[in-house]
């Protein structure tokens, strides 16, 4: 309130405006004076916190506020969460501001599943995974070749084809027979 006085404070002819602090919007008359009958020209206004839209809770979400000047006014927070099995997609918390307007959009909530991005990584994982087993698999065949023929080079025959394999004696040389 700011006030002129031309004979003196709060006496006729006196004029006081009126304003409100920012998040806050002026209820009443802007300006009064004061009437040679000695009262006011107007009733002495108010100041009420500027309101924001009231928030909806987002399908499978939760809204929780807290109000600093009354339901869903300046300064008033909310959280959002979702229930289990659901990604919040945007801000957890949304303040509202001294223009009316909420500081971010309301968020949703998304089932939960894989992203293309993480199929795309199990993909490259489990490849690299089996190319690896089957490396390992080949030099492992190759190391088997190896310590034979190094161990006993008495069992490698070679066979009309030209192709190596491997004579082992204690299968040599027994007739035993399965038929009955």
């Not at 108010?46 to 869903?72: I, R, T």
């Not at 909310?78 to 289990?84: A, K, V």
């Not at 795309?120 to 310590?147: D, F, K, P």
Request: charged residues 20%; aromatic residues 12%.
């Amino acid at each position: 309130m700011i006030c002129t006085v031309i004979f003196g404070t709060f006496q006729y002819n006196s004029v006081c405006n009126f304003s409100c602090e920012e998040g806050f919007q002026l209820t009443g008359a802007r300006s009064l004076s004061c009437e040679n009958s000695g009262e006011w020209s107007e009733s002495i206004p108010g100041c009420k916190a500027v309101s924001c839209m009231s928030l909806q809770s987002p399908e499978h979400g939760k809204v929780n506020c807290s109000y600093a000047f009354g339901e869903y006014r300046y300064k008033s927070i909310c959280n959002i969460t979702c229930e289990e099995g659901f990604d919040l997609q945007g801000s957890t918390s949304l303040l509202c501001q001294n223009t009316g307007e909420w500081s971010e959009s309301t968020p949703i909530c998304l089932a939960h599943n894989v992203s293309l991005e993480k199929q795309r990584q199990s993909y490259t994982e489990a490849y690299v995974l089996t190319s690896c087993g089957l490396i390992l698999s080949g030099l492992m065949a190759y190391g088997i070749n190896y310590y034979r023929k190094k161990k006993n080079p008495g069992l490698l025959k070679k066979d009309i084809d030209n192709t190596n394999t491997f004579e082992n004696p204690a299968f040599e040389d027994n007739e035993t027979s399965f038929d009955q």
